[in-house]
């Protein structure tokens, strides 16, 4: 019975043998043969356009790293100077807390002690006084923070120059249009020589 079984495998394999074998001496025959003129140049036009792109990418790789080399000595010039310059204004602010708090203050009147700067639409143009009632300019700038009045640039009279004063050192008299400082009047000539 096993004999049997054996022949009729053998029976059933010997169509795909028989192809097999075909398929390998039409293989070896394929191998074997040359490349047409034609095929070996597609061939060597393929390897070059490989290459081609190959050397295309790495030529885009240096370049992006060129430019990224450079943004990024720039950057950190950039970071640098920011930091001086940082550097250089705590230093200035110190230093002119330092002189402002020498200055002299008048106290406010009653009447102007709570007055503090509101309305921006006066301010451009009006007269500074002293608290005293001296007239020592008229306001040239103002500087806003978050939309309210931080500090005012006036201009001193008799060409003294300007100065910037803090708004915690002024009031504004709606009823006269004035606006009113606590500072001495000779501090104020003082703070023109300084520089931030």
């Not at 950057?75 to 110190?94: G, H, L, T, W």
């Amino acid at each position: 019975m096993s004999f049997i079984k054996t022949i009729a495998l053998w029976g059933s394999l010997a169509p795909c043998l028989a192809l097999a074998m075909t398929s390998a001496g039409f293989a070896q025959s394929a191998i074997s043969q040359p490349s047409t003129p034609a095929e070996q140049a597609q061939t060597q036009q393929y390897n070059q356009n490989v290459i081609d792109a190959n050397n295309a990418a790495i030529a885009k790789n240096a370049l992006n790293n060129e430019k990224y080399q450079a943004q990024l000595t720039q950057y950190r010039a950039r970071v640098k100077n920011y930091q001086e310059q940082s550097a250089r204004y705590e230093a200035a602010r110190d230093r002119y807390a330092v002189q402002r708090a020498k200055y002299r203050r008048d106290g406010w009147s009653s009447r102007h002690e709570h007055n503090i700067i509101v309305d921006t639409d006066e301010l451009l143009g009006s007269p500074v006084h002293t608290s005293n009632g001296h007239t020592i300019g008229h306001v040239e700038e103002i500087a806003l923070v978050s939309g309210r009045v931080d500090a005012l640039r006036v201009t001193l009279d008799r060409s003294r120059g300007d100065v910037w004063i803090e708004s915690a050192d002024l009031r504004f008299d709606a009823d006269k249009k004035v606006v009113l400082t606590n500072l001495d009047r000779l501090d104020l000539y003082d703070m023109t020589h300084e520089s931030y």
